[in-house]
């Protein structure tokens, strides 16, 4: 089994800061892209930030300049930095991992449980 663990949600005060944390757990040889996505009450899924296996990022529009995607591939976690938050930012943000399981002998996409960030007063 593949599980990803993530941690650092929490609330925040708009213009505050948070760092999310997700690290793969598992019988993974090998790990390609990563990513963060969020969902609020109401709306469909978006990609906040993805990250390649080369160090290549990419953002949405709404968090660039703001959020920074990075990654340590000798803990297997991808990290979030979320800086001067909004009130918008509120919703349940999952990370992804498209990851070649050493049991199934195949490349899935893994999915984390997902981590409440509120931004309020």
């Known amino acids: 089994q593949v599980q990803l663990v993530e941690s650092g949600g929490g609330l925040v005060q708009p213009g505050g800061s948070l760092r999310l944390s997700c690290a793969v757990f598992g019988n993974i040889f090998s790990i390609n892209g990563m990513g963060w996505n969020r969902q609020a009450p109401g709306k469909q899924r978006e990609l906040v930030a993805g990250i390649t296996s080369g160090g290549s990022t990419n953002y949405a529009d709404s968090v660039k300049g703001r959020f920074t995607i990075s990654r340590d591939d000798a803990k297997n976690t991808v990290y979030l930095q979320m800086n001067s938050l909004k009130p918008e930012d509120t919703a349940v943000y999952y990370c992804?991992?498209?990851?070649?399981?050493?049991?199934?002998?195949?490349?899935?996409?893994?999915w984390g449980q997902g981590t409440q960030v509120t931004v309020s007063s």
């Open positions: 992804n991992a498209d990851a070649y399981s050493s049991n199934l002998g195949s490349w899935r996409d893994y």
